[in-house]
């Protein structure tokens, strides 16, 4: 059996696999269309559609089109439903490697264990759940590393081939600028070992946020004309993103774009220069080179102390980003001749690494790579009586890493000590995500202050332990986080049966979780206080809601984090409620019927109150954001009505 090195590339908006045999030059694998890049695209009809056949598909019929799942990746299911049905994004994920796998079968004789790539930013639950969908597709995870840091291992591997291998130590600065996600790490290479001294990144950031933009003044010049707006339907929508990102590809080469575009009978000639393409992106571009810049600040380096910039990514063809670049670099970056593939080819290179007899010893390397979120574990302020969050082991620590802490009891005779492990960089435990607990059952009465030492561990394949003994019994607890040891979803041809049969989960008929699109019929008596307050909140409350994925005003920060927790929360109390009306309804013994319905009535009322919680923040939220003038342009049109609602309200 032919041993090679498998690194995949889990795109938002493409996907693809390259391997590495005995001749260690990484290759990109075709499928039987000829083409390497596979859109992260999957469709559901009467069969299975993934890639560019799920794509024309979904141009006719995009209620079974599911694509740039990956931003949902760790959610409780995809951001709509397909055929009825709230699909995980893991079960979309897997869909995609089981297609991967078959082009690498065809190519190979037999997929090989793989290495997979994520972003750099992403947290431990989107990682589990990658390799969770690894799993669901049948597929061998060797490992899973930062998508900056196979990058720079392929950039790394060619120095290597031209004699660069033992020269003085680079610092790279890997700009990964993708479909849907954008990555900045600062590594060190020397003597073939890749060091990672920082990384930042932002999920919502990339490709497709440009092709948004195209979009929105597709849409405005045809409403300014005919008085319509085309985003309205959904079969549009999948129209305008693929001209979206035809009019992206053709600015990258030229200085103009013509379109002619119809819509319900309409036509309208369209010509959009790459002046309006870029006053349309700047914010966003800037957006990444802060970012940037905050990883240079956060390993004590300025722009002068990095050797190579180096742009990849798809989206980092798009000139303007070499143009702000070269402004903050001071000098050209290197753009790789295939940014599409640079990742996959790390991704490759590294499983050959850590196969045997596939590379040679001169093309051996090592790679220490950081935690790109902090590590903490709750605990209460003595001073304050807060619950705050201990951070333990910080961001960007080259892994692996451990740290010991002592806390102490805060109670007198305390039965129990809880060792909550937390992911992420508040102080407050509220804006962090739980990783998982353990207890420490204290038997024997102690006095308050008594010592509990606990130790963290953190390893490189990200085996996350804690271990808490209480010191003066001897009592212990243990917990360990394992990207591969959680629950496993049904399989795919369960979901396949369920998604191309016509057999749907039906959401329950209470649980509506965004707020609607308000009308766009004006208020017009404003006398009535009570409805001026009730139209003004609505107002606000959309327009919070659409802000969610921006980037929030300086003054509704923790608005912006607590709404994005909500909206967690609310998801994942309506996949419970689900899955008990499901057992419910399946449910024969009466007893078990009984205490279902109480499940049912308490989870209902926890929604509720959730909601609650969120629509105020989503009020708070879209306050701020016509307060400081960061509107998403979907919600640009009701911002003159809720200012002249607001004074109305505070007329006397």
């Known amino acids: 059996m032919k041993t090679y090195g498998l690194g995949i590339d889990l795109g938002t908006t493409i996907s693809l696999a390259s391997v590495v045999d005995h001749r260690g030059k990484p290759e990109v694998v075709c499928g039987a269309s000829g083409r390497h890049l596979v859109p992260s695209a999957v469709y559901f009809d009467s069969h299975v559609d993934v890639g560019e056949t799920a794509m024309e598909h979904g141009l006719r019929d995009p209620r079974g089109l599911a694509e740039a799942f990956k931003r949902d990746i760790g959610k409780p299911h995809f951001s709509r439903e397909i055929r009825s049905t709230q699909v995980p994004p893991e079960v979309l994920t897997a869909y ?49 590393i930062n998508e900056p840091t196979a990058a720079a291992i392929a950039i ?41 001294m920082a990384t930042d990144g932002d999920i919502f950031l990339g490709g497709r946020d440009f092709d948004e933009r195209l979009i929105n003044i597709i849409a405005k010049r045809f409403s300014d004309r005919f008085g319509i707006d085309p985003r309205q339907k959904l079969n549009e929508m999948q129209r305008l993103w693929k001209r979206a990102r035809e009019i992206k590809h053709t600015l990258s080469d030229r200085q103009q774009a013509v ?13 959009i220069s790459r002046a309006d393409f870029e006053n349309a992106i700047e914010p966003l571009v800037e957006r990444s080179m802060t970012t940037t810049a905050d990883v240079l600040h956060s390993a004590g380096l300025a722009w002068k102390d990095v050797d190579d910039f180096l742009l990849v990514g798809g989206s980092s063809r798009i000139p303007l980003v070499a143009k702000k670049a070269m402004e903050h670099f001071g000098r050209t970056p290197q753009m790789t001749s295939n940014p599409d593939e640079l990742i996959a080819h ?16 001169n093309a051996q390397f090592d790679v220490v790579n950081v935690n790109a979120h902090s590590l903490g574990i709750r605990g209460t302020d003595v001073a304050t009586k807060q619950r705050i969050n201990k951070i333990l082991i910080p961001r960007n620590t080259p892994l692996p890493a451990s740290k010991v802490y002592s806390f102490v009891t805060s109670r007198e005779g305390q039965k129990l000590a809880k060792i909550m492990l937390l992911e992420g960089e ?53 917990v360990e986080i394992r990207r591969d040891g959680y629950a ?27 707020e609607s699109r308000p009308s766009t019929q004006k208020l017009e008596d404003r006398n009535d206080k009570e409805k001026v307050a009730a139209r003004l909140g609505e107002l606000y409350r959309y327009i919070g809601l659409v802000s969610i994925d921006s980037t929030p005003p300086a003054g509704a920060v923790q608005s912006h984090r607590l709404s994005q927790l909500l909206a967690q929360e609310v998801e994942t109390i309506r996949e419970l409620i689900f899955l008990i009306e499901q057992s419910h309804q399946q449910s024969e013994n009466f007893q078990d019927r009984l205490e279902l319905s109480g499940q049912l009535a308490q989870l209902k009322m926890a929604w509720e109150h959730s909601m609650s919680l969120l ?3 989503y009020l708070a939220l879209g306050r701020e954001c016509i307060a400081d003038k960061l509107v998403d342009q979907r919600a640009a049109m009701f911002v003159d009505e809720a200012n002249e609602l607001q004074s109305a309200l505070e007329a006397p």
Not at 259 to 271: A, F, H, N, P, T
Not at 436 to 457: F, H
Not at 492 to 512: C, H, M, P, V, Y
């Open 259 to 271: 379109i002619d575009y119809s819509y319900e009978g309409m036509e309208l000639k369209i010509e």
């Open 615 to 617: 629509s105020h923040c």
């Open 488 to 514: 496993t979803l049904d399989s795919l041809d369960k979901w396949t049966a369920r998604l191309t049969s016509g057999e749907s989960k039906q959401s329950t008929a209470i649980l509506e979780h965004a």
């Open 346 to 361: 790390g991704a490759a290179l590294y499983a050959a690494s850590k196969g045997e007899g596939i590379l040679d010893s």
């Open 426 to 478: 508040s102080e407050n435990p509220d804006f962090c995500s739980v990783l998982g607990e353990c207890l420490v059952r204290i038997d024997t009465p102690l006095p308050r202050g008594s010592i509990v030492k606990v130790a963290l561990n953190y390893t490189a394949d990200g085996t996350i332990t804690a271990l808490a003994k209480l010191t003066q019994l001897g009592t212990a607890a243990y």
């Open 156 to 196: 790394g591997h060619q120095m290597m081939l031209v004699g660069e291998a033992n020269a003085r130590p680079r610092r790279l600065l890997v700009y990964d600028l993708g479909g849907g996600t954008f990555d900045v790490t600062l590594l060190e290479y020397s003597n073939k070992v890749f060091k990672a």
């Open 96 to 144: 995609l490697l089981r297609h991967l796998m078959n082009n690498v079968r065809q190519a190979m004789g037999h997929v090989a264990p793989a290495v997979i790539t994520v972003p750099a930013y992403f947290d431990e639950r989107k990682r589990t759940a990658t390799q969770q969908a690894a799993k669901l597709a049948g597929l061998e995870v060797l490992d899973i």
